[in-house]
């Protein structure tokens, strides 16, 4: 088994420039998330996914839209990148139990580190 | 709302010291408790967790007790080696599917 692998490792944007960053699990897991990581600020939630077909906003979703594209793959996009998107970007996959339970492993991807000029 | 707090760093320890990173959280439900940690280069990955108030999660000779009285969650080791060096991070659960983390407490170990 992979886990969550994330595609491209490494990306430099122009001001206004799109693109999609691509994760992918193979853990036959529910939810999917995705996740921005700036310098101490600890991780914060841009959107997720909690069962396949469904998307919910985060903490910080202004400028990013995503797409749940079967149960396995759930991406982001940004449509016009700016500056202030420079970032580490990680995805990351659970469980997503239906019984109400609060525990819920995540599982990371190794990250994408986006540089926008 | 849900936040987690940590112990602000970074922290440097010579190898064989005893180490504490501090956590708290709030205390909003009954979350479940965690601690992920993240090596150079690397995505997270769980080091230990607690469901409920009193259990302790261990791993890899680090150990943190769920303290419901004082809403805390501390990491500890008491024999810290060079392969430790690594960011860590405290997360409580928010709902059935997200995570609250800290801000992350960078931990280096020198020989």
């Known amino acids: 088994n992979a886990g969550v692998t994330q595609t491209p490792k490494f990306q430099v944007l122009k001001t206004g420039q799109s693109m999609t960053l691509q994760c992918a699990q193979d853990?036959?897991?529910?939810?999917m998330y995705w996740y921005r990581q700036d310098p101490g600020m600890g991780l914060r939630l841009i959107y997720y996914s909690a069962s396949e077909g469904t998307t919910d906003k985060g903490e910080v979703p202004n400028g990013y839209n995503v797409s749940r594209l079967n149960k396995r793959e759930f991406s982001l996009r940004l449509e016009s990148a700016a500056p202030s998107q420079t970032s580490v970007y990680f995805c990351?996959?659970?469980?997503?139990?239906?019984?109400?339970?609060?525990?819920?492993?995540?599982?990371f991807g190794p990250g994408t580190r986006l540089t926008v000029l | 709302g849900n936040s987690v707090t940590q112990m602000e760093g970074p922290v440097t320890l010579s190898e064989e010291a005893f180490l504490t990173i501090n956590c708290t959280y709030t205390a909003t439900g009954y979350p479940s408790l965690f601690w992920y940690v993240q090596y150079p280069g690397e995505g997270l990955q769980l080091l230990l967790k607690?469901?409920?108030?009193?259990d302790k999660g261990s791993n890899k000779g680090f150990e943190a007790t769920y303290r419901k009285e004082t809403t805390s969650f501390h990491l500890e080791k008491g024999s810290v080696q060079v392969s430790d060096s690594a960011v860590y991070f405290c997360?409580?659960?928010?709902?059935?599917?997200?995570?609250?983390f800290g801000s992350g407490t960078q931990l280096t170990v020198l020989p």
């Open positions: 853990m036959n897991h529910n939810s």
């Open positions: 607690a469901t409920k108030a009193d």
């Open positions: 997360a409580r659960s928010s709902s059935a599917r997200q995570l609250t």
């Open positions: 990351a996959s659970s469980e997503g139990s239906s019984s109400g339970s609060t525990y819920n492993e995540q599982f």
